[in-house]
């Protein structure tokens, strides 16, 4: 519950800075909770991928230069079925490190395996949502965007180029800051905590943007090593035909590991900032 009851006011700025570390701290410190959060996204993860290449889907991070526009939509198509089936295990992984967090005892320890509850699939939901929102609302902004700047660019020439640049990095920002608004529903659904988008809104007023700039700082080492990762390896796997099986276990646990960082993060700048404490009794497990 928040401060008993649901508690909407707004509190001031946190210092997201010591929060940063501190998450990263947290994870460090409860590795050995890692083999029990991860066991069953892993596992339905697997599932998930099996039946998928039994289907013969093919899902492709590349458009080939040429490619139709039939080719293109395929490809977006792909890439959105494929981020959906990465949420069902992370919204399992996610809701377990929340509670783990949150709540004291038995109800916030971790199990190995268990039936995902109503709190899963809310949290799914609402991960695929933003996806989907945020695809159409990128489409249309890219294609508006798009008309401005050929106006622009008739008009000004070379300051219309500055002006596409500047829009390039203005965007995944405003989307990071976007997610920084509703950040608060994800702990809060994991914990069955009644609280809506206008709630998630309105407490983090006065923490959007060291919400965003604290998230980006817990994912971005994780991120660049990822990528460090793969662009050191690039050849090797041209050569391989594909991602060998360690590599995508290193991929998958490397994102896992900064994916719980954030997580971390958002839940405790959720319970400082709306007041939440648990309650007096809770009767579910992870």
């Keep these: 519950m928040t401060d008993s009851g649901q508690n909407t006011g707004v509190k001031r700025r ?5 929060l940063v570390p501190a998450s990263y701290r947290f994870v460090f410190e409860n590795k ?3 083999p029990l959060v991860l066991l069953q996204p892993a596992l339905v993860y697997l599932i998930l991928s099996f039946f998928i290449d039994v289907g013969g889907f093919e899902f492709s991070d590349e458009v080939q230069t040429g490619a139709s526009v039939q080719d ?5 198509v792909n890439g959105v079925a494929l981020a959906l089936v990465v949420f069902v295990p992370a919204s399992l992984l996610f809701v377990s490190w929340h509670r783990l967090i949150l709540l004291a005892g038995s109800e916030g320890q971790p199990r190995w395996l268990y039936l995902p509850r109503t709190r899963h699939w809310k949290y799914f939901g609402y991960m695929a949502g933003g996806l989907l ?3 159409v609302s990128v489409a249309f902004t890219i294609i508006a965007a798009s008309i401005v700047l050929a106006i622009l660019a ?4 070379f300051i219309a180029l500055l002006f ?3 829009f390039l990095l203005m965007l995944p920002a405003a989307y990071v800051v ?3 608004k509703l950040s608060f529903l994800f702990p809060a659904i994991a914990v069955d905590e009644t609280y809506s988008i206008a709630d998630s809104w ?3 007023t006065h923490s959007t943007w060291s919400l965003a700039v604290g998230f980006l700082l817990c994912f971005l080492p994780g991120g660049l090593l990822l990528l460090a990762m793969n662009m050191t390896l690039s050849d090797f796997i041209r050569g391989y035909g594909g991602v060998p099986l360690w590599l995508e276990a290193a991929n998958l646990f490397v994102l896992s590991y900064s994916s719980l960082v954030c997580v971390t993060y958002i839940t405790f700048v959720f319970q400082s900032q709306s007041g939440w404490v648990q309650a007096a009794a809770e009767d579910e497990g992870s």
């Design 14 to 18: 946190f210092p997201f800075l010591a």
């Design 32 to 34: 050995a909770f890692l």
């Design 72 to 76: 293109t939509v395929g490809f977006s």
């Design 133 to 135: 929102a945020g695809l």
């Design 154 to 157: 008739s008009l000004l020439g």
């Design 164 to 166: 596409h640049y500047l």
């Design 178 to 180: 976007l997610f920084a």
């Design 202 to 204: 309105h407490q983090t």
